[in-house]
């Protein structure tokens, strides 16, 4: 399997502009998760899908955030607009979903800076 | 709520000694626990994970943690520093009713000296 795979790896943009990441999760996973990774605030989740259906957006820092899941191989993280306080590292993540303590798969990440 | 606390957010060891990472929970019902491993510019690779069963958890690349219900600890340990074993490493814990979500500690960065 190819792992998860997030595009694009590194993405530079202006304050107020719109940033789309994506993210496709390894086949057969149920679940799938997004994080934020800053020095300061380390590995935060932002949200979580169960078969495409968001179940817990509490770590969204605000409305310029919002995520999508249109089917169970792809997911969208948009930041519209975007601010210089978003610049960060964006994971990806998926698990299978067996009702147990799952390992979570990340992929390796989407480093937006934004000027 | 649950919060996980590794100490010390950096470790320096010399090739060929213990390697010991700290990480205790607050949660009144014990968890199911996690350590992952970040390599520079990459995402987070598992480990180990303890669910249930024996307290000390063997994983990848000769670690291992145990699990102590009394300190509310789980600490990651490797007899032999390798250089390759330079990275940072998390702490996670999964409550059990608390659906799939991880929450991380704040990373210990491992510098392994020559």
């Known amino acids: 399997d190819a792992g998860v795979i997030q595009s694009p790896r590194h993405e530079v943009t202006e304050m107020g502009q719109e940033v789309t990441l994506r993210c496709k999760p390894i086949?057969?996973?149920?679940?799938l998760f997004w994080y934020r990774q800053t020095m300061m605030r380390g590995l935060e989740l932002l949200i979580y899908f169960n078969n495409n259906v968001p179940i817990d957006d509490s770590g969204m820092p605000e409305d310029r955030f919002s995520a999508k899941m249109p089917n169970a191989s792809f997911s969208t993280l948009k930041i519209q607009p975007s601010e210089p306080r978003d610049s960060a590292v964006y994971f990806c993540?998926?698990?299978?979903?067996?009702?147990?303590?799952?390992?979570?798969?990340f992929g390796p990440g989407t480093r937006l800076t934004v000027l | 709520a649950q919060s996980v606390t590794q100490l010390g957010s950096h470790v320096s060891v010399s090739e060929g000694a213990l390697v010991l990472l700290r990480c205790n929970y607050s949660s009144s019902v014990p968890p199911y626990l996690f350590w992952y491993v970040q390599y520079p510019n990459q995402g987070l690779q598992l480990l180990l994970k303890y669910t249930t069963g024996a307290t000390l958890v063997k994983g990848i690349n000769g670690f291992e943690a145990e699990f102590k219900k009394s300190e509310t600890s789980f600490h990651l340990t490797k007899p032999s520093a390798h250089m390759s074993d330079a990275a940072e490493y998390f702490c996670a814990v999964r409550l059990k009713a608390a659906g799939n979500k991880l929450t991380f500690g704040g990373g210990t960065r491992v510098l392994v000296k020559p």
């Open positions: 086949s057969g996973h149920d679940y």
């Open positions: 993540a998926s698990s299978p979903g067996t009702g147990g303590p799952d390992t979570q798969y």
